[in-house]
């Protein structure tokens, strides 16, 4: 590594950029020095050699794609002369590549809320989730009327927040999409984070109540009551007298402590740069691994950014039965992309081209260093409970809300997502940004919770990563609110596919 380029694997034939670079500069990396021909921006990447039209330029020693043209060592390596070597879908062999696992002696502990049904809660959140699009103004509003009331009791911290979420769907749906809708909105009312919840109907839409009981499941009634609107007379004052009394219920619950292999974390990557898979990405990675080895759960999704990088995790599934799944996963998501005549590959996003990333297969190889590098113990599908411990896939797309939201409906306590260009976007859970360099950190400090990009600078990743897992650890004890949680930026994106009538 140079004083301004970062070569990250020994096989890699080109470097990145850690700080602007102009023409004419000389690059050291190892003993070689090399002259710049172009202007190279921060997070891209600098070739180490010559190359001709064709050739795999490698990056994390996997190839990342083809040159489209021949190309001068120094010279800038982007879209203009990068393309993804990926096409059309794949057959996979099970080619096991598993780990050595060991599990500690000694398990930490977080202070969390235990459920009556045994689920662990790390917020005592009471939840407002309606059944339908078309009252998201009514929702809001008797959320906000609770709050005001009840504000006392949140400052004093007997319960954390009184919210509603809106969304658009629960009606004029059909088939799968509907399923979609439900199976999200069952799991944030089953969601241990809430302490109670009130489920607000219409009256007349596709996913009735009496409909949308049978997906949610057992519940307990002191926790969950229900009110379709179109029955009473006054919404708003029969929506407070039920919140009075699920406030009153969610204020018994007290924080105990709680062993760390009950905490489930979702992994997430959006507006990610040439630095995400070096700082951030990696750091997850370090942490899920850790989490597993107490035997928690960490659950990673966004599947079209595993397509270029699946195999890795393919090869890492417990068995071929779980293998098996993960084909599945990748393959379904492909057909998803097939049946609407897109291209499987389009990706990345222009803000991620901006920052450094040019194919695909460069997206994936460092989305998929979330995952660490443990066993893949299981795959579940959207809107499906996540019960495995250790690393599990979760389909979902990779837009930021929708796979926020599904790691959430899942069972996800909290969600880490990374970033190199900022978002102040949070899930219904608390959602612990970690930025990817220390420029975006110190920029946007109202958005970031936690700074990777120190990596770059003069800390090691062991250390770094023993570092964040305590603050996680206070993240689940609620001694340290997230930015989201702090601006009450919480939002839900349910993935929709198909006809809406």
């Known amino acids: 590594m140079g004083t301004k380029t970062l070569l990250i694997n020994k096989n890699d034939n080109i470097v990145i950029a850690v700080e602007e670079l102009k023409a004419g500069q000389n690059i050291t990396v190892g003993s070689e020095k090399i002259e710049l021909l172009a202007d190279i921006p921060v997070g891209h990447k600098v070739a180490l050699r010559d190359f001709k039209a064709g050739e795999e330029v490698i990056r994390y020693g996997f190839p990342i794609g083809k040159t489209t043209a021949a190309v001068k060592k120094g010279e800038w390596i982007h879209t203009h002369n990068l393309k993804t070597a990926l096409e059309g879908k794949l057959n996979y062999n099970y080619q096991p590549d598993l780990p050595e696992t060991t599990k500690p002696e000694e398990i930490p502990t977080f202070r969390g809320y235990r459920r009556k049904n045994g689920k662990v809660g790390i917020r005592n959140d009471i939840w407002i989730i309606n059944t339908v699009g078309c009252i998201n103004k009514v929702v809001e509003r008797m959320a906000l009327q609770a709050e005001i009331k009840h504000q006392p009791l949140i400052d004093a911290g007997k319960i954390d927040s009184i919210h509603a979420f809106p969304?658009?769907?629960?009606?004029?749906?059909?088939?799968?999409?509907?399923?979609?809708?439900?199976?999200?909105?069952?799991?944030?009312?089953?969601?241990?984070?809430?302490?109670?919840?009130l489920v607000v109907g219409l009256g007349c839409e596709n996913n009735l109540i009496a409909d949308f009981k049978?997906?949610?499941?057992?519940?307990?009634?002191?926790?969950?009551?229900f009110i379709d609107l179109q029955d009473v007379e006054d919404d708003l004052?029969?929506?407070?007298?039920?919140?009075?009394?699920?406030i009153?219920?969610?204020?018994?619950?007290?924080?105990?402590?709680?062993?760390?292999?009950?905490?489930?974390?979702?992994?997430?990557?959006?507006?990610?740069?040439?630095?995400?898979?070096?700082?951030?990405?990696?750091?997850?990675?370090?942490?899920?691994?850790?989490?597993?080895?107490?035997?928690?759960?960490?659950?990673?999704?966004?599947?079209?950014?595993?397509?270029?990088?699946?195999?890795?995790?393919?090869?890492?599934?417990?068995?071929?039965?779980?293998?098996?799944?993960?084909?599945?996963?990748?393959?379904?998501?492909?057909?998803?992309?097939?049946?609407?005549?897109?291209?499987?590959?389009?990706?990345?996003?222009?803000?991620?081209?901006?920052?450094?990333?040019?194919?695909?297969?460069?997206?994936?190889?460092?989305c998929t260093q979330k995952g660490g590098t443990g066993i893949v113990n299981d795959v579940f599908f959207y809107g499906d409970p996540v019960e495995g411990?250790?690393?599990?896939?979760?389909?979902?797309?990779?837009?930021?809300?929708?796979?926020?939201?599904?790691?959430?409906?899942?069972?996800?306590?909290?969600?880490?997502?990374?970033?190199?260009?900022?978002?102040?976007f949070g899930g219904p859970v608390p959602t612990v940004k970690v930025s990817s360099n220390s420029r975006i950190y110190e920029k946007k400090q109202n958005w970031i919770d936690f700074n990777a990009g120190q990596l770059l600078e003069d800390r090691q990743m062991d250390d770094l990563a023993g570092e964040f897992f305590d603050y996680l650890l206070k993240v689940a004890s609620k001694d340290i609110k997230t930015k989201n949680e702090e601006h009450n930026y919480r939002e839900i994106a349910i993935f929709k596919d198909g006809v809406t009538l």
């Open 214 to 225: 049978e997906i949610i499941g057992e519940y307990n009634s002191d926790r969950v009551k």
């Open 167 to 197: 969304h658009p769907y629960g009606c004029s749906q059909l088939a799968g999409d509907l399923k979609n809708t439900q199976k999200a909105l069952a799991g944030m009312v089953n969601h241990p984070n809430a302490a109670a919840v």
């Open 389 to 424: 411990k250790g690393l599990n896939l979760l389909e979902s797309p990779g837009n930021d809300l929708v796979a926020t939201t599904a790691l959430s409906v899942s069972g996800a306590h909290m969600v880490l997502f990374t970033t190199g260009r900022g978002t102040p």
């Open 248 to 366: 009153d219920y969610a204020q018994k619950f007290e924080q105990e402590d709680i062993p760390v292999s009950e905490l489930k974390i979702g992994l997430k990557c959006g507006g990610s740069d040439g630095f995400s898979g070096v700082t951030a990405n990696p750091l997850l990675g370090k942490i899920s691994d850790k989490l597993a080895a107490y035997g928690g759960t960490s659950i990673l999704t966004e599947v079209p950014e595993m397509f270029g990088a699946e195999t890795i995790l393919m090869n890492r599934a417990k068995d071929k039965a779980t293998f098996d799944k993960v084909v599945k996963l990748v393959n379904g998501f492909k057909d998803y992309f097939i049946s609407h005549d897109q291209e499987i590959y389009e990706n990345p996003s222009p803000g991620n081209k901006e920052g450094g990333i040019t194919t695909l297969e460069e997206k994936s190889l460092g």
């Open 237 to 246: 004052k029969v929506a407070e007298s039920i919140l009075d009394g699920l």
